[in-house]
């Protein structure tokens, strides 16, 4: 049974919304969970991250990113043995913006050499799907394949979460994701 999930982004992209299922289908398995979440920045396009449950470098089972950089600069955090879901998409933070920093070549390589990494172009499923903000629960369903969980328990807790008027479209993003 996966344990420790890490989900890492920039403020927006449904970081929190995706911990709040995880959390749910973990609780309808009949986990005890903790979930912990970091988003100060969230509203300013800053680096966001949730753990179920917190996590200790070297600890987690599986690394949900939802962008590229996002992904590099908490690898140290995943288990040797671990995997990436990593949403192939770049967000120049504010250092890269202002010039301060170069956004870092070769991002993907770099997960590559030493651990499982499964890449999806989530925003481009998302627009395909008619609605841009649902890439998050499309990679979700990417990394769901890495956990114990059926199908549809993912669904139920989903149709439980999320908005009622965006059941349904959530669902579908789940199940592109699912079934890459």
């Not at 344990?3 to 005890?32: E, F, H, K």
């Not at 993907?108 to 499964?118: P, R, S």
Request: charged share 20%.
């Amino acid at each position: 049974m996966t344990r420790n999930i890490m989900i890492v982004g920039v403020g927006g992209q449904g970081t929190l919304l995706t911990s709040r299922i995880l959390g749910g289908i973990a609780t309808a398995g009949g986990y005890d969970v903790k979930l912990s979440e970091v988003h100060g920045m969230a509203q300013r396009g800053g680096s966001v991250v949730t753990c179920v449950p917190i996590v200790e470098e070297g600890q987690a089972d599986v690394l949900i990113a939802f962008e590229r950089l996002e992904a590099l600069r908490y690898i140290q955090f995943l288990k040797p043995q671990g995997v990436i879901v990593v949403n192939d998409e770049r967000i120049d933070p504010i250092t890269v913006v202002t010039g301060a920093a170069e956004y870092p070549e070769g991002i993907l390589d770099i997960l590559k050499e030493n651990h499982t990494v499964y890449s999806v172009e989530a925003g481009k499923k998302a627009l395909e799907l008619g609605n841009s903000r649902t890439f998050n629960v499309i990679v979700l369903g990417v990394a769901a394949k890495h956990m114990d969980f059926a199908k549809e328990q993912w669904l139920e807790v989903i149709e439980k979460t999320v908005p009622p008027k965006t059941v349904e479209l959530n669902k579908k993003a789940f199940l592109v994701g699912y079934e890459m």
